[in-house]
């Protein structure tokens, strides 16, 4: 699979996969791998790459008739441009429509995602454009696989008093602490969408360790960990890989994107290692 290198002037590092449009590993400068990429993954055309960024468009889950998070994690991308500047690195993917996307959905569109990288940050962000001559809507997100030490000792913060829908117990329900203990037993199973999080930053904390994630354009995020059974039934991850990784993915679901003919729509996930 075509692979793309990014180091920053920094020594920060990217790679990203042409296929899916896929963020794969991010190294901060002086820092270790801070993305989960499941030593079981498959990395072949049409499959979907577990762990990284995989990028959910146009459609979010089963949430509509495509196939599960829609087609751009599965398809190749193009190279669009790459360069290194002063203080970053960046890189720059199209998808475009095709025979492939359209024989799931009959919109004629362009979709950017370019990725910065530099000193202790990265910043993914993806662009939509309608290119056709009708209006078009999706759902999407930044599925953000982060890497942990250790599930039982992470906690994520920022999301007090937003509602937000289990998926798993197919209930609404209200984030009434600002701690999520994401190891503790009621909670392995996460699987939650919380709506209107908007530019609130969500900081996770693992020991000494916390990464900021940042959202803009995007109004949702979902938290996500398959927990030990899920896990065990995902043919592409190790048993015991639930308890390395926790998915923080920015998101629009709820109130899907709308773009008349000729219109864009941009969001951006940032992610800093404090
Ligand atoms: O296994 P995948 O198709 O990659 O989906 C992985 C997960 O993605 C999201 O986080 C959804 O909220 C989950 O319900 C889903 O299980």
């Given at each position: 699979m075509s692979t793309i290198e990014l180091t920053a002037p920094d020594g920060a590092r990217a790679t990203l996969s042409l296929h899916g449009g896929h963020l794969l590993s991010w190294r901060p400068?002086?820092?270790?791998?801070?993305l989960y990429l499941s030593p079981r993954s498959e990395f072949v055309p049409g499959r979907a790459i577990r762990g990284g960024v995989p990028v959910c468009f146009p459609?979010?889950?089963?949430?509509?008739?495509?196939p599960k998070h829609g087609f751009a994690r599965t398809l190749p991308w193009e190279l669009v441009s790459q360069e290194q500047g002063r203080d970053d690195a960046l890189v720059v993917l199209r998808l475009r429509d095709s025979d492939a996307t359209r024989a799931h959905w009959p919109h004629a569109f362009e979709l950017e995602l370019s990725v910065r990288v530099g000193g202790r940050s990265i910043d993914i962000e993806l662009a939509c454009e309608n290119l056709g001559d009708a209006p078009l809507q999706f759902t999407t997100a930044l599925h953000t696989y982060l890497r942990v030490a250790d599930l039982d000792a992470v906690s994520v913060e920022g999301l007090s008093g937003l509602r937000y829908f289990d998926s798993v117990k197919q209930a609404e329900a209200l984030q009434?602490?600002?701690?999520?203990?994401?190891?503790e037993k009621g909670v392995l199973d996460l699987d939650r969408i919380y709506f209107g999080v908007k530019e609130r930053p969500l900081v996770v904390t693992e020991e000494r360790r916390q990464v900021v994630f940042t959202h803009q354009g995007f109004d949702d995020a979902v938290v996500w960990n398959p927990g030990p059974d899920r896990c065990a039934k995902l043919?592409?991850?190790?048993?015991?890989g639930w308890s390395e990784m926790l998915c923080l993915e920015a998101a629009n679901i709820g109130r899907p994107i709308e773009l008349p003919p000729g219109e864009s729509w941009v969001g951006r996930q940032s992610l800093a290692l404090l």
């Open positions: 400068a002086g820092a270790p791998e801070q459609q979010f889950a089963e949430r509509g008739p495509l009434r602490m600002d701690l999520l203990l994401t190891g043919a592409d991850m190790p048993p015991d």
